[in-house]
């Protein structure tokens, strides 16, 4: 047996303590986020757990232990058997359009646990698990972890990073969002540019359903939801057609990019927003790489091989991958237009 490294170890041991500090933390945070603790504290904080249980209506006995985990983790500040939140701690447990809002990612990760044995048994059937199949928690998980990157980029950065785009969509421009999911980029557009037309497609018609749902109570009038699948949407001649954090999850995504070609007008554009990533593993050996794999395990690559063909791209393919695949369509010129610190944006032509 090799000599063990104790400071190796020792090392080791308290990295993984840490990763299950933060794994016991996800249904803390959930519950928080649920019940309004966190809310709770920012309003009435620094304060006491008597005094944040009644202002949430919660039992006292559980708040203070809620409080006492959320200390310990660095979620919540403590001084003298009083708590708070501070500002940094709020922007990422209060605020919904906070750019660092990440309830929605302790969401997924719950989604993830709960999907657990479908995936397991696809390791070793090598199947897929569709979106559908997925846990029941996911569709709105995942529509609510990539909301804080849309609503502060989207509009702002990525869509005056393509070539000429804003100028038609100031004018009117005919516009698909293609794997739209529940819709907030859909709508985020049709807000920012009311003379133009948006269309959401996605294969999961309950997604849509919610999508039409957040759409008509947003009273945005300027778009439709339907159901459609990549490689065969409805509709020609758009002027831009748009594909967030979807692409790596298709099932055959060169045919969703030659069918995204042939719809577009001619001199149209495609945005391909997708999970930033290098081109090798050892790139993607980071905090954000780390998540993104993990994800790329449970929900990704099971949806795609749960589709024809199943590429499996995987969330982490990277530029040069992604780029293969839209050149595969004829686009003769595709660039990084935009990025974040989570996401790449491609502009395809």
Known sequence: MAQVDETKLNEL????????????????????????????????????PEEIAAEADCAPRYVREWLSAQAASGYIRHDKGKFSLSPEQA???????SPVNLIGAFDTAAAMVENQPKVQLAFKTGKGVAWGDQAGCLFCAVARMFRPGYVNALVQDWLPALDGVVAKLKTG???????????????????????????????HPASIASATAHARAHGVKNI????????????????????????????????????????????????????????????NINPVGRL????????????????????????????KRLTEVIRSAGFNKVRRAAQTPLNMVLEAT
């Open 292 to 319: 993104y794999y993990s994800a790329s395990t449970m929900i990704c690559v099971p949806t795609s091989l749960a589709q024809e063909t199943g590429l499996a791209l995987g969330a982490q393919a990277g530029e």
């Open 91 to 97: 922007l990422i447990f209060t605020e919904p359009d």
């Open 173 to 203: 421009a005919k516009v698909a969002d293609v794997g739209c999911g529940h819709g907030l980029s859909t709508i985020l557009m049709a807000q920012a540019y009311p003379n133009s037309d948006f269309t959401g497609y996605d294969f």
């Open 13 to 48: 041991v308290g990295r993984i303590l840490g990763d299950l500090g933060g794994a016991v933390s996800v249904p803390l945070v959930r519950i928080g986020d649920s019940l309004g603790l966190y809310d709770a504290v920012k309003r009435i904080g620094p304060a006491t």
């Open 224 to 283: 439709k939801f339907e159901v459609g699948r990549a490689q065969d949407f409805g509709g020609r001649d758009y002027d831009l057609i748009a594909c967030f954090d979807c692409l790596h999850d298709m099932g055959d995504p060169e045919a969703a990019a030659a069918h995204i070609r042939s719809a577009l007008k001619k001199g149209g554009t495609w945005m391909v927003v997708e999970p930033m990533a290098g081109d090798s593993l050892d790139e």
